[in-house]
């Protein structure tokens, strides 16, 4: 997997928990959290989705580090060993 | 028999309008089967009939907005026979009087609804789909049409008089109608309490330290067991203020304030709190979460609610000061986990704390018994692995 089909990806699981989302025109540098109002519940189910598509379990620790869709891809990358 | 009406849809709500039938005549329905999808102004309502039986009749048709307390459909009971049925249902439908039992709060829009119930308010189809389009009440419209009879010009003009209002909109004037009843009849006293989050949070840590995404635990369900254990104490902030005098709950059936994509909010019900396990109540509030937002709640989960929590989230502010949902008689808040400078045996230190609010009614109870139930939400919040196991 390239990494902007990851990014598609990554995009399309938070779009299936915000539909309301351009997922598409999110600064992928910028503050997830401040560009789309997620509550710890959506935020959750955000990570549950990345884990059903793409099979990456974040765990709890590095959830809270990830902040950009930026990091969110590369760190998923990381553990699938590509991109 | 029996009569398959309406259920309370909740406070703020009395009427809503039937979207589709899940079931037909000649159907067996178990007690906590989902028979019918019903719009109201905050969302389709999946409506659950509490009874076992076989449907005999269905009396409303999609499209029908009808009030709470109308009598939906009649179901045959074991050993009843159709015709016996049958004779009921001819008796029901000679008394609109027993057709729709309305609410307190839909007594005067009753009379027009049970008669549209047993048919009565001649609609063409092409009208009726058009109301339902527009959004249009056909029992408020005063027909031109032969014998009195709906016709679609009259709905489009009645839509004209009413200004269309948008899912958003309706949602807007539901909330300030169960609002300003809140702020005029209840005369609430608010108290607020910091309350320290270090042990929680290390637990939730240590809990989700090895737990997969799909297995993981919010700090919300451990705040709403907090408050449920803490009414259980205080009986008196649990239930509701009817007819002047307050009655308790059944049970502890915490509503939990939902915010909803593009706005307004919906509070539906977790049953039965203090019973359940934190994993348990995680796994609902979470299911509870989706389906509100999703559109898919049932009616006794906005019907039952005996207390509510309404927490901000880790996006919000540091406290609320909540409106309590009549007629329930007092809401907890939570504001947002914050890290403060706090102090332990002495000594400054920096901690995790968040403040509790609570809105209640002085109708019921007064500040000292509040001070002593937010002190009881902050004393068990010290105990997190207490609060996670079920209580019998």
Redesign the interface.
């Known amino acids: 997997m390239t990494r902007d089909e990851l990014s598609t990806r990554v995009r399309g699981c938070l779009g299936r928990i ?3 989302v351009d997922v598409g025109a999110l600064q992928s540098g910028a503050r997830l ?1 401040d560009q789309v ?5 959506d935020w ?2 955000f ?2 989705a ?2 059903a598509d793409l099979g990456v ?5 590095e ?1 809270a580090r990830l902040a950009t869709l930026d990091q969110i891809v590369d760190y998923c990358g990381a553990r699938l060993g590509t991109a | 028999m029996i009569t398959f009406r309406l259920p309370s849809l909740g406070a703020d709500m009395d009427k809503g309008t039937l979207l589709e039938w899940l079931v037909r005549p000649g159907d067996a329905v178990k007690k906590g089967d989902v028979v019918a999808i019903v719009d109201t102004t905050k969302a389709a309502i999946d409506v659950e009939c509490w009874h076992d039986g076989t449907v005999e009749e269905l009396l409303v048709e999609p499209g029908a907005e009808i009030p709470v307390g109308t009598v939906m459909a009649v179901l045959r009971e074991g050993g009843e026979t159709p015709e016996q049925v049958r004779a009921q249902i001819d008796a029901l439908r000679a008394s609109p009087v027993q057709m729709a039992v309305p609410s307190a709060a839909a007594t005067q829009r009753s009379a027009a609804p049970a008669a549209a119930a047993a048919g009565r308010v001649r609609v063409s189809p092409a009208a009726r789909k058009r109301a339902g389009e527009l959004g249009v009440g056909v029992e408020s419209i005063a027909g031109t049409g032969p014998d009195g009879a709906v016709t679609l010009a009259d709905v489009e003009a009645a839509a004209a008089k009413v200004a269309p209002a948008s899912r958003a909109e309706a949602m807007r004037q539901t909330i300030a109608a169960a609002m300003a009843r809140s702020k005029r009849e209840i005369p609430h006293y608010y108290l607020a309490e910091d309350v320290p989050l270090a042990v929680a949070t290390a637990y939730l ?1 240590e809990r ?2 090895s ?4 297995e ?1 635990l ?3 369900p451990l705040l709403v067991q907090a408050v449920a254990r803490a009414v259980q104490r205080y009986p008196e902030f649990n239930g509701f203020f009817r007819d002047g005098a307050f009655v308790p709950g059944p049970g502890v059936h915490c509503g939990v304030a939902i ?1 909803l ?2 706005g307004g909010l919906v509070a539906p019900a977790l049953h039965d709190v203090p019973s359940r396990d934190i994993d348990t109540l995680n796994r609902e ?2 299911d509870l ?2 389906r509100a937002r999703a559109g898919s709640l049932k009616a006794s989960e906005l019907s039952d609610p005996t207390i509510t929590v309404t927490s901000l ?3 919000g502010v540091r406290s609320v000061f909540p409106i309590i949902y009549p007629p329930q008689v007092a809401i907890v808040g939570f504001g947002r986990v914050t890290e403060r400078a706090w102090i332990v045996d002495g000594a400054v230190g920096p901690a995790p704390v968040v403040t509790a609010s609570l809105g209640a009614d002085h109708r019921v109870s007064d500040g000292h018994r509040g001070a002593l139930l937010l002190a009881a939400v902050r004393e068990l919040l010290q105990r997190p692995a207490e609060l996670a196991k079920a209580t019998p």
Do not use: C
């Not at chain 1, 109002?37 to 519940?41: A, K, Q, W």
């Not at chain 1, 379990?57 to 620790?61: E, Q, S, Y």
């Not at chain 2, 737990?211 to 799909?214: I, L, Q």
């Open positions: 915000a539909p309301e959290r109002d997620l509550d710890s519940v959750l189910n990570l549950v990345v884990h379990d974040i765990p709890d620790v959830a | 840590a989700n330290a737990r997969s995404v799909t993981r919010l700090l919300a915010a994509r593009g509030l979470l979460v989706q989230g880790d996006q």
